[in-house]
């Protein structure tokens, strides 16, 4: 009778193992297995070049010993070109015919990409490579998701969000408490009342936002500014007007002088990194000063404020991204450079240079800015906030209502309108240029 049974069972496990190789299916394991076999070890094996078009003026030195040196150690056979606003603006090059695999650029270049027919969808290759969305933060991963109607286009492999930075020097020369590490708006405004002031014939003031179109667009409340439905700016609500009469509250105060020169992204930065009589100011967390570039501001920094309506939350991140080109003649190589920037070890490099991660689980990195002269003994952990804000949908025209709303910001701190005015207004030109934009293009 035994006999039998184990002749039986043996049938069966044969039958089975057929008609799995019918198939083309491994017997089950009881292990879930992804809808398209995964590669665990991608190679390259052939002598590649890959072109990268990197708009802020990466050159090809300074590339390979930050990004580039990552890529090429797990992929010896790739290299790279790489090229910037000197060789031509985007478009400029894809009209003359320059084939360009990859672009290092935030999400707001995916309408470009998109006008050019430059823009892809990743997911073919991201399964296929078994690549972790889910490892990503959670807002990151959210909006890669959704900002391009389900295909993802990128990989997102840094982040930048804003952060409040402080004089030391000035806080000593008045005697004022530094900020706290986690600080509301509330008392940024009162402390900016103590350093607003005239001393030896010289104007200080305690606080200037030196990114106030960023303020706006990644503001912590995840406010749209407009409908990408409708094409019509949506910023004109209680909650975005309310925000705006926060923002100015710094700048009310009796001695700041105010003028419209003097409350511009440009003044507010020169104000605290170079001529140094502004105590505290609004900036991107890569925007922290420089002694490598001569600038010798007594520096330090604290995360960007709270606000009471949205405790404990900071503001949206703008996420910097790996685009592959549809018109890549070798995208499988470009997904594979894209998709190594976001790996863990590397991600751990890049953060001890002083790059946020896009990685939740920061575990195991290190500290952040280690490797970096100019953060050392900095506050680096008010770089990185605890809690994004959830990104506001995309929008491909959003810097037309951004800068709407910097006009709304300087007119209502000024007094020259009223905010149910200029918010009236502002709305108007807003649907104006965006309509404008539309027709041209």
Wanted: charged letters at 25%; a neutral charge; hydrophobic letters at 35%.
């Amino acid at each position: 009778m035994l006999g039998k049974s184990l002749k039986a069972l043996s049938l069966w496990i044969l039958v089975m193992m057929l008609a799995a190789s019918c198939s083309g299916k491994a017997p089950d394991k009881g292990e879930a297995k992804p809808d398209i076999q995964a590669v665990k070890e991608p190679t390259i094996d052939k002598p590649t070049e890959l072109t990268l078009y990197h708009p802020w003026g990466m050159t090809q030195q300074l590339f390979m010993e930050t990004e580039g040196k990552y890529i090429v150690k797990k992929y010896p056979n790739l290299s790279f070109k790489v090229l910037n606003r000197s060789n031509g603006t985007l478009d400029q090059l894809v009209a003359s015919g320059t084939k360009i695999d990859l672009i290092y650029a935030t999400e707001n270049e995916l309408a470009l990409l998109k006008d050019l027919g430059l823009d892809s969808d990743l997911s073919d290759p991201m399964k296929r490579y078994s690549y972790d969305i889910n490892a990503l933060e959670p807002v990151v991963a959210n909006y890669i998701r959704s900002f391009n109607g389900g295909k993802i286009p990128a990989i997102p492999t840094q982040l930048q969000t804003l952060a409040l930075y402080y004089n030391k020097s000035l806080f000593d020369k008045f005697g004022v408490p530094y900020p706290a590490a986690k600080w509301s708006w509330d008392q940024l405004v009162e402390t900016s009342k103590k350093l607003t002031r005239s001393d030896g014939g010289v104007a200080y003031r305690g606080y200037a936002d030196g990114a106030i179109n960023n303020s706006f667009r990644f503001n912590p409340f995840s406010m749209p500014l407009a409908d990408s439905g409708t094409n019509k700016a949506v910023f004109e609500t209680d909650r975005m007007k309310d925000y705006v009469k926060q923002l100015i509250r710094p700048l009310q105060i009796p001695e700041y002088d105010l003028q419209r020169s003097n409350i511009n992204n440009n003044k507010a930065r020169d104000w605290f990194r170079k001529e140094q009589t502004l105590a505290m100011a609004t900036m991107m967390t890569s925007d922290f000063p420089r002694a490598s570039t001569g600038e010798t501001v007594n520096w330090d920094v604290v995360t960007y404020p709270d606000f009471k309506e949205a405790p404990g939350v900071g503001p949206q991140p703008e996420i910097i991204m790996w685009y592959v080109t549809s018109n890549s003649g070798s995208k499988e190589a470009a997904y594979l450079a894209a998709a190594e920037m976001s790996a863990a070890r590397v991600q751990a490099g890049l953060f001890q240079e002083g790059s946020i991660p896009v990685l939740k689980d920061k575990s195991g990195m290190g500290t952040f800015g280690s490797a970096l002269p100019d953060l050392k003994g900095k506050n680096v952990k008010a770089l990185i906030p605890d809690k994004y804000a959830d990104k506001s949908p995309y929008f491909k025209y959003v810097s037309i209502p951004a800068a709407q709303l910097v006009g709304v910001y300087v007119e209502t701190a000024l007094g020259t309108k009223d905010i149910n005015t200029s918010f009236r207004e502002a709305v108007e030109n807003a649907n104006k240029t965006i309509e404008q934009n539309i027709k041209t293009k």
